[in-house]
T-cell receptor, first 116, second 114 residues
Framework: GAGVSQSPSNKVTEKGKDVELRCDPI?????LYWYRQSLGQGLEFLIY????????KSGLPSDRFSAERTGGSVSTLTIQRTQQEDSAVYLC??????????????FGAGTRLSVL | DQQVKQNSPSLSVQEGRISILNCDYT??????FLWYKKYPAEGPTFLIS?????DKNEDGRFTVFLNKSAKHLSLHIVPSQPGDSAVYFC?????????????FGTGTRLKVLA
């Protein structure tokens, strides 16, 4: 597609349920990122995938959070046993890879997660 | 610990005047800085960037200034237009944390009044 696509755009769930958020990056982009934006906060880095390298998971807030990237393209962010503090907008971005290049990250519109 | 700070949550400017958005940082290892613009219900879009080897970068109506000694950068929009009304985020990265790992500020909401 032309841009980064995220689904669903909105998700309402009950506390304790698991949720899956999906990200389709821009075709040809080898790097993929997940961020979280809580109310009144900046974008918080969660996880980074680059090609076949081991992902950088240093931003994941707890072991309830996990992410996969299948076939070097689509990524799924899974939150298990959701808590109310998980309510936020989850943003995915992609870019051309390369550690040294100052690659611009292109963002999707995000998934707004509400945990009741 | 907020390494990138945008201390003004909002700013209102008259159309045609200059908008100045400010950003301060604490990590002296940051060597690359970016500004993103975000409209409601959309993802942030890249606006302009600057490397630490420069002190100014200009792109049309947008200019970013970097003052490394003060650990301060600013975005100037001249002239401001109503379509510039959005939330503006500054971001920074460093070689030590990974050039891909952007640290974002909390954003400044700019409102350009017609």
């Amino acid at each position: 597609g032309a841009g980064v696509s995220q689904s669903p755009s909105n998700k309402v769930t009950e506390k304790g349920k698991d949720v899956e958020l999906r990200c389709d990056p821009i075709s040809g982009h080898t790097a993929l990122y997940w961020y979280r934006q809580s109310l009144g906060q900046g974008l918080e880095f969660l996880i980074y995938f680059q090609g076949n390298s081991a992902p950088d998971k240093s931003g994941l807030p707890s072991d309830r959070f996990s992410a996969e990237r299948t076939g070097g393209s689509v990524s799924t962010l899974t939150i298990q046993r959701t808590q109310q503090e998980d309510s936020a907008v989850y943003l995915c971005a992609s870019s051309f890879g390369g550690v040294l290049a100052k690659n611009i990250q292109y963002f999707g519109a995000g998934t707004r997660l509400s945990v009741l | 610990d907020q390494q990138v700070k945008q201390n003004s949550p909002s700013l209102s400017v008259q159309e045609g005047r200059i908008s100045i958005l400010n950003c301060d940082y604490t990590n002296s290892m940051f060597d690359y800085f970016l500004w993103y613009k975000k409209y409601p219900a959309e993802g942030p879009t890249f606006l302009i960037s600057i490397s630490s080897i420069k002190d100014k970068n200009e792109d049309g109506r947008f200019t970013v200034f970097l003052n490394k000694s003060a650990k301060h950068l600013s975005l100037h929009i001249v002239p401001s237009q109503p379509g510039d009304s959005a939330v503006y985020f500054c971001a920074a990265s460093s070689p030590t944390s990974g050039t891909y790992k952007y640290i974002f500020g909390t954003g400044t909401r700019l409102k350009v009044l017609a």
